[in-house]
């Protein structure tokens, strides 16, 4: 038995589907996973059974991925000085990176996910100098930068890449652009899709049930995070151009706060858009997602962060949520971007639109042809997203690295 540090730093453990599926993977193989991760993200009732004698989890700390990696020896003492200061003040007699590193010895692997998931992975592995592994689900990529902060992210991500020994994205088309951003040589890398493992569950009436929509409703879901990135404010104008037997359910997977609700309440959509943001587990999310009959995707790329530029309009492989759709059989309704184009409609799973007026139009087109579009979209997640035929081969070379 090996053991395994996975080092995540956003709490998004449980939402990732493919760090679920490698995290399920090396639990199989019988592998011991620990888990960094910030405080109460993965607790018990969160944790899968399954995980509880293989996989432990401790808090993520901020300092694990020191803010400055630059300036003389007495600037590093200054802030040496000042973080023992609050460790003390926290009760730690001894820095938890110190601890961190003196543990480290003990992982076959050390694997960081995204920026500062593997700058902090790097930190902790300084003394053991165990494989370093990078997933990468989030690309930082330099033409993009703007301010001192995100340049100084990507210096310290740089020198965590140059002590990376295996390398994980999701399509060509992201492992080109982060090969080419980051002087990284295409044979260090492995691609693995963004999906869930395959449930192979059938359609049912859990939204409906859960949220008392008539059966005679046709339901088109979104599911995933609330932000202008993901199209969320789009959604009241986009209702208004589909059939009145249509409604949008819209799945935040945690409790809406004051503002998020009032900002939907304030839309006068005739009960088009009825709200799910009760917290649901991983293992039940599928059978969530298969009660509905159109899955939608209207990522919109903008200026914003870093991680809503290029990262996004090259996004590809590496949604979640198309996954989820396509592995349930749900045509999929996507805005019309390069990556999702080719994948979209060249698979046959759905349909694209330019603007928000042309979706009407395209829901009819679904819901007229949905058992065509239903049996393309599934094919479309066992030929190209089916864990099984990638998170298999990354684990053996993971294996292969740490013996």
């Known amino acids: 038995m090996r053991s395994f540090l996975i080092v995540e730093t956003c709490g998004n453990v449980s939402s990732n589907p493919t760090t679920m599926a490698i995290i399920d993977e090396l639990v199989k193989r019988g592998h011991h996973v620990d888990i960094l991760t910030p405080a109460g993200t993965l607790n018990d009732s969160s ?3 399954r995980w509880r004698e293989y996989v432990s989890v401790r808090d993520y700390r901020p300092d694990f991925a020191s803010t400055q990696v630059h300036g003389g020896l007495a600037a590093r003492f200054v802030r040496q000085a000042k973080s023992t200061v609050n460790h003390l003040r926290e009760g730690n007699f001894v820095d938890p990176l110190v601890t961190e590193r003196r543990n480290a010895s003990q992982y076959s692997c050390i694997i960081g996910i995204d920026p500062l998931g593997i700058i902090a992975a790097d930190q902790i592995n300084q003394v ?3 494989p370093l592994i990078y997933l990468s689900f989030e690309l930082l990529l330099r033409h993009e930068l703007e301010s001192e902060s995100e340049r100084d992210l990507k210096r310290r991500e740089t020198i965590a890449i140059g002590n990376t020994n295996l390398f994980m994205l ?11 951003d980051n002087a990284v040589s295409r044979e260090r890398c492995l691609l693995v899709p963004v999906a869930p493992n395959d449930c192979g569950l059938c359609q049912n009436q859990y939204l409906q049930e859960k949220l008392s929509i008539p059966k005679s409703q046709h339901i088109v879901l979104y599911q995933g995070s609330l932000a202008t990135w993901s199209g969320r404010d789009d959604f009241a104008e986009m209702v208004s151009y589909w059939p009145d037997n249509v409604v949008l359910v819209v799945h935040s997977r945690v409790p809406l706060g004051t503002r998020m609700r009032r900002y939907f309440d304030s839309f006068n959509t005739m009960g088009k858009i009825v709200i799910s943001d009760q917290p649901i587990s991983a293992d039940d999310l599928p059978m969530l997602t298969a009660s509905a009959d159109i899955g939608l995707a209207p990522y919109r790329p903008g200026p914003d962060h870093w991680t809503h530029g290029d ?8 949604s979640g949520k198309i996954a989820y759709y396509a592995m349930c059989g749900l045509p999929i309704l996507t805005r019309r971007m390069a990556s999702l184009t080719e994948i979209i409609e060249g698979n046959g799973a759905g349909l694209c639109y330019d603007r928000l007026a042309d979706t009407g139009e395209l829901v009819r087109k679904l819901l007229a042809n949905r058992e065509r579009f239903s049996q393309m979209s599934r094919e479309f997640y066992l030929r190209c997203l089916s864990p099984e035929k990638y998170i298999g ?11």
């Open 393 to 403: 081969p990354f684990c053996d070379r993971m294996e292969r690295l740490a013996s």
């Open 47 to 49: 944790r899968p059974q």
């Open 170 to 180: 999701q399509d060509d088309e992201r492992c080109n652009l982060f090969c080419k």
């Open 311 to 318: 990262n996004l309009r090259y996004i590809g492989l590496a």
């Open 128 to 130: 053991a100098c165990r």
